[in-house]
């Protein structure tokens, strides 16, 4: 038996950092939105029990390192499955991109398995579960929008945002998340005032939606690549609304309102990096 199980991209409207824990991860809040850019995974029972990865990318390893893997086996324990799976993933999401691809995928292995299993198990105890593989993990179980806080296990679902395009450009780099982290100053951050995001969701206020997205790690991956800040100038300077880092970086979105203005943009920005994308938000 096979099934398939779609895992969107999610982009950042805001990422603050509220302080650092005792257990050295800091407290967040995280609201994201699902776009339409996403890995395709496909999950078929085997009777022997085993996890099998497969994917063609350079850079995403087809072992007991790849999350989709330690989703699967986290699943497996959880509910003392002895069945094993195989795992194709069909990757379009660009790889440590802070587009959170590696967590989608492991989120919709625990959502394919819950189902290919016959489980039914509730979302909430799927997101827990995903707590522990990263902590994007519980917000993409959900997918949509929502805010993530604690370390991200805390999820609540959000209005959706108002319908618009989203350009996005991911300069030839990778981050680490980790080593962003690590070059946090808690006194230095100028924080986004999310919950005026979360009112512009609700009034489905895009001009106001705009001008509040906000990301305390970009001027720290700024300092380390300058091309970050040359895209987000291009971006406001070719008409987007507003520009953002997403996650930890490198890829910078912009936000439009109108088709041919962000087409515009979509074929200003080929001059800049070769990873480009159009999509839509998924709301
Ligand atoms: P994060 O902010 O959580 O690091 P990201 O979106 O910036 O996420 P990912 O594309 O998730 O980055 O990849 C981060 C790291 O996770 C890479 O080193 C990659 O090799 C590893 N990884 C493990 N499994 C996967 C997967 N299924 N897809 C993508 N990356 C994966």
Redesign the pocket.
């Known amino acids: 038996m096979a099934l398939f199980e779609k895992a969107p991209a999610k982009i950042n409207l805001a990422l603050d950092v509220l302080s650092k824990r005792d257990d050295g991860f800091h407290n967040v809040e995280m609201l994201m939105t699902t776009i339409d850019l996403a890995?395709r995974i496909k999950l078929t029972s085997l009777e022997e029990d085993r996890i099998e990865i497969s994917?063609e990318?350079r850079?995403?390893?087809s072992d007991e390192?790849?999350?989709?893997y330690k989703a699967a086996f986290a699943f497996k324990k959880k509910y003392g499955i002895e069945k094993g799976v195989q795992i194709h993933?069909e990757?379009s999401?660009?790889?440590?991109?802070?587009?959170?691809?590696?967590?989608s995928?492991?989120a919709a292995v625990l959502r394919g398995l819950n189902r290919l299993w016959s489980l039914d198990r509730p979302m909430g105890e799927l997101a827990e579960l995903g707590a522990d593989i990263?902590?994007?993990v519980p917000f993409c179980v959900y997918g949509n929008t929502g805010i993530a806080k604690g370390r991200g296990e805390i999820v609540e679902k959000l209005a959706p945002p108002p319908p618009c395009w989203v350009v996005l450009a991911k300069p030839d780099i990778?981050?680490?998340?980790r080593t962003i982290f690590q070059r946090i100053i808690l006194d230095d951050l100028t924080h986004p005032n999310t919950d005026q995001i979360i009112s512009a969701l609700e009034n489905k206020d895009f001009d106001q939606m705009c001008c509040n997205i906000g990301n305390v790690l970009e001027n720290i991956t700024l300092k380390v690549y300058p091309e970050v800040r040359r895209i987000k100038n291009a971006m406001i300077q070719a008409g987007a609304a507003g520009t953002l880092m997403s996650?930890?970086g490198p890829t910078v979105y912009g936000l439009v309102e109108h088709y041919t203005t962000a087409k515009r943009i979509y074929n200003g920005m080929r001059g800049f990096c070769h990873e480009v994308y159009l999509v839509r938000l998924l709301g």
Do not use: H
Not at 93 to 101: E, H, R, T
Not at 174 to 177: A, K, L, Q, R
């Open positions: 890995d994917l990318s850079f995403v390893p390192r790849n999350l989709a993933i990757k999401i660009p790889v440590s991109a802070g587009l959170g691809g590696g967590s995928d492991a990263g902590s994007d990778g981050v680490s998340t996650g930890s």
